[in-house]
């Protein structure tokens, strides 16, 4: 459109009347999540004591059950994780108590989607943190049991990773033809390493 001649203010409010988004409400998708947080002195749970208290945590869209819908994860840190399941429209059903998405869990950060066994069926990699002792806070990889279930092997798969991880990728790194997963944790200050870089091996028959 050609608004050389036309006033400022016109143009603008033209530009306004089409809005780019529209919001849906919560009680239409059923969306509902909260990352609340309490502080806690005697658990270090809080500022002075775990600097990554208020970084927030992630939020994955992927279509778990293949019937070509996004569904929602959302990582909590103090709260449950939540898997939402998309049934159209912009409604979504909550299926986080059934799905085995919190066994294991204590401090989500960061979500990734891969589909690490090569079945067809999109797997979740959840990457954990949080103030916690070094052996509770491992990383988690729950398999696609193809029902919008999920049950976890993130030990039998090499990927329990026990850093503060705040979030991971999945690429080729050796051109071998399978995944393989860097893992990004905080500062090494904290008695971690900054960067873990996974090697998976394609016969391993531990790990299927």
Do not use: H
């Not at 806690?40 to 778990?64: P, Q, R, S």
Request: hydrophobic share 35%; net charge negative.
């Amino acid at each position: 459109m050609d608004t050389t001649n036309r006033p400022f203010n016109e143009t603008k409010e033209k530009k306004r009347s089409s809005p780019i988004f529209d919001k849906i409400d919560v009680s239409s998708s059923n969306l509902r999540f909260a990352n609340n947080l309490t502080e806690d002195l005697e658990t270090n749970a809080n500022l002075f004591n775990f600097d990554y208290f208020y970084n927030g945590a992630g939020v994955g869209l992927e279509d778990i059950n293949n019937d070509g819908l996004l569904d929602v994860f959302f990582c909590g840190n103090q709260v449950p994780n939540k898997l939402f399941l998309n049934k159209g429209n912009f409604q979504f059903e909550d299926i986080s108590s059934t799905a085995g998405i919190n066994l294991g869990k204590v401090w989500s950060n960061g979500i990734s989607f891969v589909d690490i066994n090569n079945d067809g069926w999109m797997d979740i990699y959840v990457s954990q943190g949080g103030p916690n002792p070094r052996l509770s806070r491992k990383n988690l990889l729950f398999i696609n049991l193809q029902d919008n279930t999920f049950v976890e092997k993130a030990e039998e798969f090499g990927l329990a990773d026990m850093g503060i991880s705040t979030q991971s990728a999945f690429f080729d790194y050796d051109n071998d033809g399978d995944l393989d997963c860097i893992v990004m944790n905080e500062n090494e200050y904290y008695g971690v390493d900054p960067i873990n870089l996974y090697r998976i091996i394609k016969d391993n028959p531990e790990a299927i």
